[in-house]
């Protein structure tokens, strides 16, 4: 069965330094979303991306973040300028219609 | 906008006892309804959905859930809990009138399992 894959599982990254989270949906979805869960609390909406072009984004995506779909199949997060209080899981979705598949997470870090 | 509310942010019941997971929603349209399930360290996994056919909904791993209008609830139960059932559980809603719309999750709900 198809699935949403995510890479790395764990990032570990020094506050103020780049890191880019990349995500590989399933194939023949269309819309393709981050959401973050920071330890011990509910799944936050980050972004959602339909045809090469943010469509919706929640107050945590400011500046600092960005998505790119770089080719036909990767779908990457980027924070610039990473914070102590990005530490966080960060999950990646993609969808076809009704429901969402989600990635097994990738666990950020930032000391 | 949707919003969902999930009481008890932590329940316990014995192995074999009946889970019940409350979920309430606010949707000014007509909403999906989503369960996720989050064992420890893994992502999120969906366990059923109300997509506006029968209320009734029926997932994996025996459990189920009713969508109630009225209510604006999505309440999730199990008749036998099962002590791999033990782990955080996400009420989600989306409108239906947008296939891109992000899910608003609930605060969740973690469930333990006592033998």
């Known amino acids: 069965e198809p699935e949403v894959t995510q890479t790395p599982s764990h990032q570990v990254t020094q506050m103020g330094q780049e890191v880019i989270l990349r995500c590989v949906p399933i194939s023949n979805h269309l819309y393709f979303y981050w959401y973050r869960q920071i330890l011990g609390q509910k799944v936050e909406f980050l972004v959602s991306f339909y045809n090469n072009e943010i469509s919706e984004k929640s107050e945590i995506f400011d500046d600092q973040f960005s998505v790119e779909r770089p080719d036909g199949s990767n779908f990457t997060l980027k924070i610039r300028s990473t914070k102590l209080e990005d530490s966080a899981m960060y999950f990646c979705a993609s969808s076809r219609e009704t429901e969402q598949y989600f990635g097994p997470g990738t666990r950020l870090t930032v000391t | 906008a949707q919003s969902v509310t999930q009481l008890g942010s932590h329940v316990s019941v014995s192995e074999g006892a009946l889970v019940l997971l409350r979920c309430n929603y606010s949707s000014s349209v007509p909403p999906y309804l989503f369960w996720y399930v989050q064992y420890p360290n893994q992502g999120l996994q969906l366990l059923l959905k109300?997509?506006?056919?029968?209320?009734l909904v029926k997932g994996i791993n025996g459990f189920e859930a009713e969508f109630k209008k009225s209510e604006t609830s999505f309440h999730l139960t199990k008749p036998s809990a099962h002590m791999s059932d033990a782990a955080e559980y996400f009420c989600a809603v989306r409108r239906q009138d947008n296939y891109g719309q992000n899910f608003v999750f609930g605060p969740g709900t973690r469930l333990s399992v006592l033998p």
């Open positions: 109300y997509t506006s056919a029968a209320t």
